[in-house]
């Protein structure tokens, strides 16, 4: 079998398409399926065919129901789903709302992504309400709050400008309820990277007090002065930074809560 023929029997495009917003593919390998975004190829969702967890920043945001009060999830920058499918198996009776601006990229993702399966009740009464519309509108807001906010609000590999403002956080500071939490996806640490497979690798990094270098959880801490927790995802997980807004949570209480293989990354999260 000569090199073409085995890149097509590795990899299968499933669909090609151009949106409004994004360049969209959406490939399957042997083990997952990957939607893949622009001319970076960023991996904006995936879905592995023989095991749940995905080795990324996914699985991450599936530990904070653990530590919010009980009420709707906010998930900005839905994407393919891939954090909506975790959280809904290991928390079913969460209610989710998520945000995405491109609707083409919905219907792809109902389509190939099972999307369209979390939009109906589990038999906890959990569900997915999706809705199309700019994650930064007013119509964002729900009534009594959200307990907890998501957000993976990616443009080629890189995190969008406004999360580097602080009012952005300000604003969606408002939208939580009392004792609520964000937890975002904070890309890397400078202007300076290489883009590969939907996360950011930092060219420099330095120790502990690297997140001074990422503009997002810069801006994030002037926001919440004294209630952001950070840490550094490792290489095989994305190297992604990522951010914790609340008091650093009670660890042994946050280690209890979650399942195994989240148990590790809660022991890391550390104070800015």
């Given at each position: 079998m000569n090199k073409e023929e085995e890149e097509?029997?590795?990899?299968?495009?499933r669909t090609a398409i151009r949106s409004s917003y994004n360049e969209i593919v959406i490939v399957d390998t042997a083990q997952s399926r990957m939607l893949l975004l622009d001319s970076t190829h960023n991996v904006q969702s995936i879905l592995y065919k023989h095991q749940k967890w995905t080795n990324s920043y996914w699985d991450e945001f599936a530990s904070l129901p653990a530590i919010v009060p009980e009420?709707?999830?906010?998930?900005?920058?839905l994407g393919?789903?891939?954090a909506a499918h975790l959280m809904l198996d290991l928390w079913p009776s969460l209610q989710l709302e998520g945000w995405e601006i491109d609707e083409i990229f919905i219907h792809k993702a109902r389509e190939y992504f099972g999307l369209s399966d979390l939009e109906k009740h589990t038999q906890a009464g959990g569900i997915l309400n999706i809705h199309i519309g700019d994650a930064f509108s007013p119509s964002v807001c729900i009534s009594g709050g959200y307990a907890g906010?998501?957000?993976?609000l990616v443009s080629h590999g890189k995190v969008l400008p406004q999360l580097e403002e602080v009012t952005t956080w300000l604003k969606l500071k408002n939208l939580l309820m009392p004792e609520g939490r964000l937890m975002?996806?904070?890309g890397g640490i400078d202007s300076e990277s290489d883009v590969n497979n939907?996360?950011?690798?930092?060219t420099n990094l330095s120790t502990d007090s690297s997140w001074v270098q990422n503009p997002a959880i810069k801006a994030l801490s002037e926001a919440f002065?004294?209630?952001?927790?950070?840490?550094?995802?490792?290489?095989?997980?994305?190297a992604n930074y990522l951010a914790l807004t609340g008091p650093l949570p009670e660890i042994t209480s946050w280690y209890a809560a979650v399942p195994g293989p989240l148990t590790a990354g809660v022991k890391q999260w550390r104070p800015c």
């Open positions: 097509e029997e590795e990899y299968q495009v009420g709707p999830i906010a998930i900005l920058g393919g789903g891939t906010e998501i957000l993976q975002v996806n904070c939907g996360t950011v690798h930092p002065p004294g209630q952001v927790s950070w840490k550094k995802l490792p290489a095989n997980f994305g």
